[in-house]
């Protein structure tokens, strides 16, 4: 098969993500994916609505917890990222296959936060919605700067943290239910790609207690 990534690499990354419950991963999207996402999520900003917590009907706005506009994705009607749809797909496959973690559906969105935007400290699964199993970020800000802030600040069981700066290309990985984090306070607009490999497709999910 040709995949994206090589399953060198790909084991290597699921096997930190299991020992240490999150992976950085630098120059996950190569240029030419990375641009192709890049413009799609450019061509779609004035469709971002101000971004609510909790699920279903408890969602809400308050961007004092939240500050980011998000756009929700379709891999049936956004076929401009279909690069990015098939990497998706390959991550999927090496889970699977390697973590046995019968993961069946995925959700992502396109987010960004204006300057002075944040994201206070959370986990990514809702009260009444827990299929989320795994989060995946991947950051579209083209010559971030140290101090141009919206640094990912993830929570480690030992009162330890790491910072990971929201750069172009990267990705994050990290275990939706057990990983607290943050959005550090954006200085400058900041741009990503964000989402969750489900357990269940949502419409399941939501059903779950
Ligand atoms: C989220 C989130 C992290 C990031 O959208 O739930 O925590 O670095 N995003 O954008
Ligand atoms: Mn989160």
Redesign the pocket.
């Known amino acids: 098969m040709n995949t994206y990534h090589s399953l060198e690499n790909w084991l290597s990354w699921v096997d930190k993500l299991s020992s240490e419950d999150y992976v950085v991963i630098d120059h996950f999207l190569r240029p030419d994916l990375h641009l192709q996402v890049r413009e799609f999520f450019l061509s779609r900003l004035a469709l971002f609505k101000q971004?609510g917590i909790g699920a279903l009907d408890q969602n809400s706005i308050d961007t004092t917890i939240r500050g980011?506009q998000t756009f929700w994705l379709d891999n049936v009607r956004d076929q401009e990222i279909n690069g990015f749809w098939d990497l998706v797909d390959e991550m999927i496959h090496v889970f699977n296959r390697y973590c046995f973690l019968s993961l069946s559906g995925y959700e992502f969105?396109l987010?960004n936060?204006p300057p002075g935007g944040h994201?206070a400290k959370?986990l990514?699964q809702f009260n009444d919605r827990n299929n989320r199993m795994i989060?995946v970020?991947l950051?579209l800000n083209e010559g971030w700067q140290p101090g141009d802030g919206?640094e990912?600040k993830l929570f480690h069981d030992n009162e330890q943290s790491s910072i990971?700066t929201?750069t172009a290309g990267k990705c994050?990985l990290f275990k939706s239910a057990t990983m607290p984090?943050?959005?550090l306070p954006a200085q400058k607009e900041?741009n990503?790609l964000?989402g969750w490999l489900l357990y269940q497709p949502t419409a399941l999910g939501q059903f779950l207690g």
Do not use: I
Request: glycine residues 4%; proline residues 5%; hydrophobic residues 30%.
């Open positions: 971004a980011d969105h987010a936060y994201y959370h990514d989060s970020v950051y919206g990912l990971v929201p994050v984090h943050q959005v900041r990503s964000t």
